[in-house]
């Protein structure tokens, strides 16, 4: 996962994340980064402002729900202000025919280009006439093109009534990311969530490397790769055979269990307790997606009538991951909300405190739940998560 300029530079007070899922990405990182982060804002859907104590930087690599890391080093009152903090730093990364690009997130075309402006006003300034604009196509430049054409960005977004700017620090290897998906013996598009949202799940369980992770829906095992390649042991649980082989190939392709080990089984993602014998597990990512297939948009009534009848397994499998978590553990629960043809959003509430779960609140920002992805691919269904810990 590739710094494109020193990690020292993200050693700073206000970083600025470009995010991949909108509020659960920022979720990841709260988990992450822990008692760090002091504030989060939110100045655009994609873009969240994090104000941050001691921590370190390489732990901004392990984020993949984040498409880019920029410190804030530039805060700007108008489009049209002087960028000169910015140009000093970049200076010391750019030779005389570098190509630099600016990356705009919510900020209206005339304001872009006067900030663009700016920017090369002020580099050309410091003897750096021969430096190129690469221009991203729909205002960002994707963080492959960051990788590959060698362009250091500037990442550019509405602050505070005016702009906040600062150099593109870090971006993950997305390529490879998405090649775990489609290069696996068993893809399955049609069930299987992509390796970056898994990793996301993964990381909010906050597990260390050699300890078990648990998934009692794994289907193709999507979740179990990416927590094996994390070195955590994975134990998994689906009630059809065919997806417990399907899983274990494509764990045995992914070869990075190897060390930790992974153990996949058939069985009742409501009978844990009894399949594991009292053993508990430190922490529980799982997606069940139990509704039939939808073809079209279903009218609110059919999709609420859809939910009630799934919510059933969904609460009683909730139960039984509630007997096997470890007292320090976390279970990630993936529920559907359902888009219909009237307009309306019908999603399924998971009760928690019965069991003695509580929603887990990683420090002082305060996140409602199910905690929705802004961002993803499905049309019908869309994707929210519950992160749930015992109450102590
Ligand atoms: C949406 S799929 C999981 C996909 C998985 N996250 C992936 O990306 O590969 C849900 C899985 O739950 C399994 N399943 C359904 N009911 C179950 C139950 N009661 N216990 C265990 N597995 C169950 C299905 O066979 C299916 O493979």
């Known amino acids: 996962m590739p710094f494109t300029l020193p990690p020292s530079l993200l050693e700073s007070d206000d970083i600025a994340l470009i995010l991949a899922f909108g509020k659960l990405s920022v979720l990841e990182a709260c988990s992450v980064l822990g008692g760090a982060v002091q504030r989060a804002e939110a100045p655009t859907e994609r873009v969240s402002a994090l104000h941050v104590g001691r921590y370190s930087p390489d732990l901004l690599s392990e984020l993949s729900g ?28 750019l030779d005389v025919k570098s190509n630099v690009a600016m990356s705009g997130y919510g900020i209206p075309e005339d304001e872009y280009e006067e900030l663009v402006r700016e920017m090369l006003d002020g580099l050309r300034a410091r003897g750096l006439r021969k430096v190129r604009l690469l221009r991203p196509d729909g205002g960002e430049l994707l963080s492959e093109q960051v990788l590959t054409r060698k362009a250091l960005d ?18 993950p290897d997305s390529a490879s990311l998405r090649q775990r998906g489609t290069r696996r013996p068993v893809p399955y598009p049609d ?14 369980a906050g597990l260390l490397p050699g300890q078990t992770l648990l998934d009692p829906f794994c289907g193709a095992g999507t979740i179990l790769v990416e927590a094996c390649s994390k070195t955590l042991r994975c134990l998994g649980v689906d009630s059809r055979a065919s997806r417990v082989q399907n899983a274990r190939e494509n764990l045995r392709w992914s070869g990075g269990g190897a060390e930790a080990g992974y153990d996949i089984r058939k069985g009742d993602a409501r009978e844990l307790p009894r399949m594991l014998r009292g053993t508990k597990v430190d922490g529980i990512v799982t997606e069940p997606l139990l509704l039939p297939r939808l073809d079209a948009r279903p009218k609110t009534a059919t999709a609420r009538a859809m939910i009630e009848e799934s919510a059933r397994i969904y609460n009683d499998a909730l139960a039984s991951m509630a007997e096997c978590i ?12 359902v888009q219909t043809m009237d307009g309306d959003e019908v999603t399924l509430t998971l009760e928690g405190r019965s069991l003695g779960l509580r929603l887990y609140q990683p420090g002082p920002v305060g996140f409602e739940y199910p905690v929705r992805l802004s961002f993803e691919s499905t049309r019908w269904v869309r994707r929210a998560v519950y992160v749930f810990e015992p109450r102590s």
């Not at 009152?77 to 000169?84: H, I, L």
């Open 66 to 93: 984040s498409h880019k890391c920029a410190p804030i080093v530039e805060q700007l009152e108008s489009a049209s202000s002087d960028q000169s903090v910015l140009a000093d730093l970049l200076e010391d990364y």
């Open 154 to 171: 500037v990442v550019a977004f509405p602050f505070h009534g005016g702009f906040a700017l600062g150099p593109t620090a870090w971006v």
């Open 191 to 204: 069930i299987a969530m992509s390796p970056r949202l898994a990793r996301t799940l993964v990381n909010l």
């Open 326 to 337: 470890r007292p320090d553990g976390r279970i990630v629960m993936v529920v559907p909300v």
